[in-house]
C-alpha cells in the first residue's frame, strides 16, 4: 500500500489549507485513515481519523477547526484545516491502517506564520 499526500503549504494565521491522500496498491478499501503531525522537537501527534464506518476523531487542538472526510471509493482521505494557527505549523503525515497493518506517506510541510 501506498500513500500519496498532496496540499500544505504557507498561510497566514486565520487562513486555510486542505490537504489530500490516495492509497493505492491495496485489493480492498483503507479502515481507518487520518492525518498525524509533527512539528520540530515534538513527538508526532494524532491530528484526525475517521474509520471506514466514516466515526472521526479529532485531537482537543484541532476540534471545531479541521474537519476530516473520506471519498466515496475510501481509500482517499480529506483534511480541510480552518482558522489556522502558527502551532499547526508541522510536518503532516496521512496514516491508514489496512488488515491490521498501519501505513505512513511522506510527510508534507505546513506553515502558518503569524
Known amino acids: 500500500v501506498q500513500l500519496q499526500a498532496s496540499g500544505g503549504g504557507l498561510v497566514q494565521a486565520g487562513g486555510s489549507l486542505s490537504l489530500s491522500c490516495v492509497a493505492s496498491?491495496?485489493?480492498?478499501?483503507?479502515?481507518?485513515m487520518g492525518w498525524y503531525r509533527q512539528a520540530p522537537g515534538r513527538q508526532r501527534e494524532l491530528v484526525a481519523s475517521i474509520s471506514s464506518a466514516g466515526i472521526t476523531n479529532f485531537a482537543d487542538a484541532v476540534k471545531g477547526r479541521f474537519t476530516i472526510s473520506r471519498g466515496d471509493a475510501k481509500n482517499t482521505v480529506y483534511l480541510r484545516m480552518n482558522s489556522l494557527k502558527p502551532e499547526d505549523t508541522a510536518v503532516y503525515y496521512c496514516?491508514?491502517?489496512?488488515?491490521?497493518?498501519?501505513?505512513w506517506g511522506k510527510g508534507t510541510q505546513v506553515t502558518v506564520s503569524s
Open positions: 496498491g491495496s485489493s480492498g478499501s483503507m479502515n481507518t
Open positions: 496514516n491508514a491502517r489496512y488488515r491490521l497493518l498501519n501505513y
